[in-house]
């Protein structure tokens, strides 16, 4: 399992490629960058990568809706030239709040959506060319620099239409809340089979947790409490948090001393996680210290 860090910079360019060099100097395998209110993360992942060698980076994850596929499929294509191959796109649908109630858009038939994005955006990405004629995107068009081995593109998926979606047509999924018993018996099961059915090569994995490594394992389960509680009620997370038998998302915080994180990121390993997003959240003593006991974990 690839061990990565979610970056804690993405209020700013400068602050995202300080992430990635620290984390490339330290010798983690990638850094993800979330696309919520504050830097485009695909642009901001460019110019890190330009910047910085050694390291994957990665979104965590791009809104499809706002954005149409060609335009996203270029942006992406343009990035993993400025990365010299070592970007992955993240996306996904987002939120029904977010798109309808912020942006002012159509949340309708989100899976027939992302099926039919995924149809032209991969082609694109990957032959330079998308001929699709379907109901939400009827798309005829070239798209120069397409290369057949990437960039990768995982698919914030968590029900079973949406795994079985990003199976068929995309390289794998990026998870968030979502703990090891349901990557385990869920996750990772479905989008397995979805993928050996379509002939493709076994998808990556990207789960992403809170993690701290810490002497006060109550103080930092209430902050987590604080700090991911939008979570909790969102209902794509809210399905997995109940999934996985848990109040909140500080029930799938990876909390403690340094056995306990060590153990419990072994867990998502053995969940047949491949690509480990640790999103730290503590002091800067504790995050000093959750990174060493991840860097022992390579």
Do not use: K
Not at 26 to 36: E, P, Q, T
Not at 102 to 131: K, N, T, W
Not at 142 to 171: F, K, N, Q, S, T
């Amino acid at each position: 399992m690839r061990i990565g860090l979610g970056s804690l910079g993405g209020s700013s360019v400068d602050g995202v490629v300080a992430d990635a060099r620290r984390a490339a100097e330290a010798g983690f395998a990638s850094v993800w960058l979330s696309n919520v209110f504050a830097v485009d993360a695909i642009t901001a992942c460019a110019v890190a990568g330009r910047e910085v060698d050694g390291i994957e980076l990665g979104t965590f994850v791009v809104p499809t809706f706002p954005r149409h596929p060609h335009a996203m499929a270029q942006q992406a294509a343009t990035a993993d030239d400025a990365c010299r191959g070592r970007f992955v796109l993240g996306i996904g649908l987002s939120h029904q709040v977010v798109i309808e109630s912020m942006l002012g858009l159509s949340f309708e038939a989100p899976a027939r959506h992302m099926r039919e994005y995924l149809s032209v955006l991969m082609p694109l990405l990957r032959e330079g060319q998308a001929a699709h004629q379907g109901e939400v995107y009827r798309v005829n068009a070239p798209l120069e620099r397409a290369r057949p081995e990437g960039p990768p593109v995982v698919v914030a998926a968590l029900g079973p239409v949406m795994l079985r979606i990003a199976g068929e047509l995309a390289d794998g999924t990026a998870t968030w809340m979502t703990g090891p018993r349901t990557l385990a018996d869920h996750i990772v099961p479905r989008i397995t089979e979805a993928a050996e059915a379509a002939g493709r090569p076994a998808p990556r994995v990207v789960a992403g947790l809170p993690v701290c490594v810490t002497t006060d394992p109550d103080a930092a389960r209430e902050r987590a409490s604080r700090v991911f509680a939008v979570y909790g009620g969102l209902p794509s997370y809210r399905a997995m948090l109940d999934r996985e038998g848990v109040e909140g998302p500080a029930g799938v915080a990876i909390v403690g001393d340094e056995e306990a994180v060590g153990a419990a990121v072994r867990r998502m390993a053995d969940a047949g996680v491949t690509d480990f997003n640790a999103a730290l959240f503590g002091s800067d003593d504790e995050n000093a210290r959750t990174r060493e006991v991840l860097l022992a974990l390579r």
